[in-house]
């Protein structure tokens, strides 16, 4: 198996302390990931950020300006191999490992009726296998430093639509974020669902634009993850929906 991790380095010191949280973000360089990250920041997390895309995620690197506080991790979540070094990499280089967010993910925007069922297995792919991969590397270090895991999902997986095969990807991140709950009781677990939000996600809909209705802001779900990492000790915030108000779905 081929590893595709790249650890991207060069970056100078901010002088955070080596007390500072530590989160691993996957698709953290653009939308929602990117929103959240700079909250993350902003909070005093340390913050490895992930995407396939090494240039991209350089460049944001560069521009966040937050020095040795970013480490940039290049890796495909769907390859375990990768993810696996993405996560040693991190805890090697902050010291310790508090928090993962899985929030990679993409719709083919598409039905059951008349669909591409080549590009559905790729969304299975991202949005369910890289997730559950995720989880798996980052479990024995969320255990020692008894952090949380945050899964962004989507309102398509609380509220179907005729034949969505976006929203079965989602459905099937609820039940991830379920058992694995209940099988780690030392790390907290939030699945988030989002509602409809302005970000490159909606490039690849037929219409290359969100779909009509209210919206949310990348902010608005950025503050939703931060608030759930950021819960006392011993608090578990185990399922947030955000919707725009008026959103139906
Ligand atoms: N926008 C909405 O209305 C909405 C609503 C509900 C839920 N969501 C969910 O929110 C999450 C974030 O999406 P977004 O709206 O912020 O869209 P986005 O900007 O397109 O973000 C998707 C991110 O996932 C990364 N990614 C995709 N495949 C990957 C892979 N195999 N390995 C590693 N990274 C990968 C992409 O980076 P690279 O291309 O560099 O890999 C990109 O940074 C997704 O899970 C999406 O399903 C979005």
Redesign the pocket.
Known sequence: MTTTHTVIGGLVSTGRDAAAPVTLI?????????ATTRRLLAAGHRVAV????RA??ARFAAELGAGDAVLPVA????DYEAVSVAVKATAEHFGRLDHVIA?????THDNLADGDPDKWREML???VL?PALLVKAALPALKESGGRIVL?????GIKNTPGNT?SIS?TALTALAENTRVLVTGAGVTPV???????????THPDHT?APGP?LT?EH?ADAVVGALGRPKGVDVNTVVVRPTGQLH
């Open positions: 996957t698709g953290g360089a653009t939308g929602i990931g990117a992930n995407g396939r895309d991209r995620l890796a495909d979540i769907t929030n990679a993910g993409f719709s792919l991202v949005n890289g962004i999902g989507s309102t398509a976006y989602r669902a989002p509602g409809r939000v302005d970000t490159p996600f909606w490039s969100v919206v990348v779900i």
